[in-house]
């Protein structure tokens, strides 16, 4: 599959730029398990290609599939809309629907647009990742259009062969073409996840590079978003 240029995994709750109801609950997780089928196979190459108009051999060389889709869940005024979600995710994982639930603070909504927020990460049982975000309604965060605000949270996260790739793809990308920008960088990780953030500040949209070092569990939820 090829995605549109410029284009972010998104559910209605990302166009709407609001976090879903309770009653909405059910709709909300059938449109993130389409969303994830859609994303799941895309030609990683030709996607970097379209996002940012530079995709030579030696940078589509490191690159090994997708890890995740990373879906914007809308803004939030308590923190227990999105505890909420959480317990929702946990009655799925409890009747078999998904292997792993986990949830923690975000950390790049904070330090790049002045707003607390939320991840949730799962696994499916056919082993599909799936990160989910959501951010409090604050500040100059709230100001931004809901479309814009789905554009720097959701995202495609992309693996690579190697640790050390991540470092330099983030150093090549940002480097090589003006428009983007790495914006986070974490190496081996408490779960031995290494992984960055660029952002692409024509489009403003964002791309994830990461690399899981071989462990049991899930590899996921790292909680660096």
């Excluded at 799962?122 to 259009?145: N, Y």
């Amino acid at each position: 599959m090829n995605a549109p240029a410029g284009s972010s995994p998104a559910i209605t709750a990302t166009r709407d730029g609001r976090f879903p109801d309770r009653p909405g609950f059910d709709r909300t997780w059938e449109e993130i398990l389409q969303t994830s089928a859609a994303w799941r196979d895309i030609d990683c190459g030709q996607y970097l290609a379209a996002w940012c108009g530079h995709a030579p051999d030696h940078v589509v060389g490191r690159l090994a599939g997708v890890n995740h889709v990373g879906i914007y869940m809308g803004d939030y005024d308590s923190d227990d809309e999105v505890f909420g979600w959480n317990a929702y995710l946990n009655d799925l994982r409890a009747s078999g629907r998904i292997a792993t639930v986990e949830m923690g603070p975000s950390y790049i909504s904070p330090r790049q647009y002045g707003t607390p927020g939320w991840w949730n990460a799962i696994v499916l049982s056919d082993g599909r990742a799936v990160e989910m975000f959501a951010c409090r309604r604050f500040g100059s965060w709230a100001d931004r259009s809901a479309d814009e605000r789905g554009r720097l949270m959701s995202h495609v996260a992309i693996d690579v062969h190697a640790d050390t790739d991540v470092r330099y793809l983030l150093d090549v990308l940002d480097r090589d073409v003006d428009h983007l920008e790495n914006i986070a960088f974490t190496e081996a990780d408490e779960l031995g996840h290494t992984y960055g953030h660029l952002r692409n500040n024509d489009s403003g949209t964002v791309l994830e590079i990461v690399y899981e070092a071989p462990r049991g569990g899930t590899g996921h939820g790292d909680g660096g978003h």
